[in-house]
């Protein structure tokens, strides 16, 4: 299924990792393994720069201030979800996103002021659905802890982003009136059969050795990573003598997304690494594959089933396929409305570099298009 459940203002940690397929941080390997290293260094960056120029307020409107450390907070979430799909973000393109997340920061403070005691019970249960899945994708407390510890964000944090951006999201849904009738749901199911489509699927259990170091992130010496492989490959022959897969997933295993839950994971083609892939769709049930060598480690899988391509069936889809929608109709509408309210609000931005990318984003907006020939 294509349509996902969005959240208009994605600040949140949260909303960061529930739109990374769950399987990609454990099966990328290395990503896993740099994370607290990369989420570390921008903690320490922005602590710093706290320390050296204070915690100036950077943005104000009637009845809030946004401060340096909350678009802080943000970002260093934002980078270090990056780090851990072993990926970085262009310097060129850092002070954009920043501007970008300010603007969504203000929103979520204009909504605020908009909301009703129904909005703010909305946005609990929208929060505690979200910690609820990411929960079940961590496997314990303890390791979704440990997760949101390495992004720099605690749970708390975590926690209040998640309210705050639900209640402001069933504020902002209710004065745009917005809804979705049973009737339009079922439309839009007949009317785009492939994006409910689930494409083949297999669910395995994973014991990971990584090749980085887990503090500095840098790769291992390739005597290490030889020892490491020895490792797992003596562990391999104890699975394949019939000793518990899962306990040595939980004995052994590197990978902290999955361990405590036993290496498990469900994933679909084209979600995870060529290597990985290749070997866990050519296992039989039951059967355990060789180490698997990528970019991030070694892997040995063992499959537990082979899930076959299927059609979504109406009644399992509709409530996330309603909230898709209501989305899709808010970002058309949103936009009008939260210029009113920032209008209202007499919001400023009072960091100089923030306020030119501003006023160059109004002007590329407002700027009428091009014509060939027109003058």
């Not at 992130?217 to 003598?241: F, H, P, V, Y």
């Not at 698997?292 to 979504?312: D, F, N, Q, R, S």
Request: glycine fraction near 6%; include cysteine; charge should be negative.
């Amino acid at each position: 299924m294509n349509i996902k459940e969005k959240i208009i203002f994605p600040i949140a940690l949260g909303t960061v990792l529930l739109a990374c397929p769950p399987a990609q941080a454990a099966t990328a390997g290395a990503s896993t393994s740099a994370t607290p290293a990369a989420a570390n260094t921008n903690v320490n960056l922005d602590a710093t720069m706290t320390a050296l120029f204070g915690n100036p307020v950077i943005a104000r409107g009637k009845g809030f201030e946004i401060k340096q450390s909350d678009l802080d907070e943000v970002m260093t979430g934002i980078k270090a979800a990056a780090a851990m799909r072993n990926q970085s973000i262009p310097p060129e393109q850092v002070r954009t996103i920043e501007n970008e997340m300010l603007n969504r920061l203000i929103q979520v403070q204009l909504l605020l002021q908009q909301t009703t005691d129904a909005d703010r019970a909305e946005g609990q249960q929208l929060a505690d659905l979200q910690l609820k899945t990411l929960l079940e994708r961590a496997g314990s407390p303890e390791a979704l802890n440990r997760q949101f510890m390495a992004l720099g964000m605690s749970m708390d944090q975590l926690r209040k982003r998640l309210v705050q951006e639900g209640t402001a999201q069933a504020a902002l849904v209710r004065q745009l009136k917005i809804t979705v009738t049973d009737a339009e749901a079922r439309q839009f199911y007949d009317d785009h059969p492939a994006e409910f489509e689930q494409p083949e699927m297999v669910h395995i259990e994973q014991i990971f050795m990584g090749i980085h170091d887990p503090i500095t992130g840098t790769e291992l010496s390739d005597d290490n990573k030889a020892a490491k492989k020895k490792q797992l490959e003596d562990i391999l022959k104890r699975a394949r003598a019939g000793e518990d897969f899962k306990q040595l997933v939980m004995q052994y295993s590197e990978d902290p997304t999955s361990k405590a839950k036993g290496g498990d994971y469900t994933i679909a083609r084209g979600q995870t690494l060529p290597e990985f892939e290749a070997a866990a769709f050519s296992l039989n049930t039951n059967q355990i594959s060789d180490v698997v060598t990528t970019t991030g480690g070694y892997h040995v899988i063992k499959l537990l089933e082979k899930l076959p391509a299927k059609k979504l069936d109406f009644a399992s889809v509709t409530d996330n396929l309603k909230k898709a929608l209501i989305q899709q109709k808010s970002a058309k509408l949103a936009p009008a409305y939260l210029a009113t309210l920032r209008k209202q609000g007499g919001v400023e931005i009072l960091d100089p570099d923030l306020k030119a990318l501003e006023q160059a984003s109004e002007s590329d907006t407002n700027a009428p298009a091009a014509t060939d020939g027109v003058k």
